[in-house]
């Protein structure tokens, strides 16, 4: 049998490369469809304008990132049901409910990647008392794929062992 460790490192670059293939398809192709379409009525964007690659690479990244979380959380808790539970409220309905108005609650959610991508890609909703950068949302993306990788492999290993 092979190293468990192995197998999980191999079965993450492969969700990563098929869901980051499936964000380019998707992102790419719903930016010039739609561009083609705003062209037409002369307002449309260029992908050289700026800030416009920097939001296509965001929302391109958020598929493999959900992808590797949503992987790490299956390792934990190792049922489909929870799992999908798990990763709906921890990962989307929890930056929902997490208030911009207080200073622990923005600091908690500018943790997640929902609102790293919403500051990359620049959505504000009203003014913000407690803004942050867009390399502090960057940053966010790393740490949760880096550290959705590194439980993925170890729980795996340390469990079936």
Do not use: N
């Amino acid at each position: 049998m092979p190293a468990r460790h192995g197998v999980m490192a191999a079965k993450l670059a492969v969700v990563t490369a098929v869901s980051l293939g499936y964000g380019l398809v998707v992102v790419g192709g719903s930016f010039f469809v739609t561009q083609a379409i705003l062209d037409g009525k002369d307002v449309g964007l260029s992908i050289t304008d700026p800030g416009v690659l920097e939001r296509l690479l965001a929302s391109v990244l958020m598929a493999p990132l959900t992808a590797l979380v949503a992987m790490a959380i299956g390792v934990l808790v190792r049922h489909s049901f929870g799992t999908l539970s798990t990763f709906v409220l921890a990962f989307m309905l929890l930056p929902l409910a997490l208030s911009e108005r207080l200073y622990a609650t923005a600091v908690l959610g500018h943790l997640t990647p929902y609102r790293a991508w919403m500051r990359i890609a620049d959505i504000e909703f009203g003014s913000q008392p407690y803004p942050w950068t867009a390399s502090g949302a960057w940053t966010v993306y790393a740490v949760w794929a880096v550290l959705a990788a590194i439980l993925t492999v170890v729980v795996a290993q340390r469990r079936d062992h």
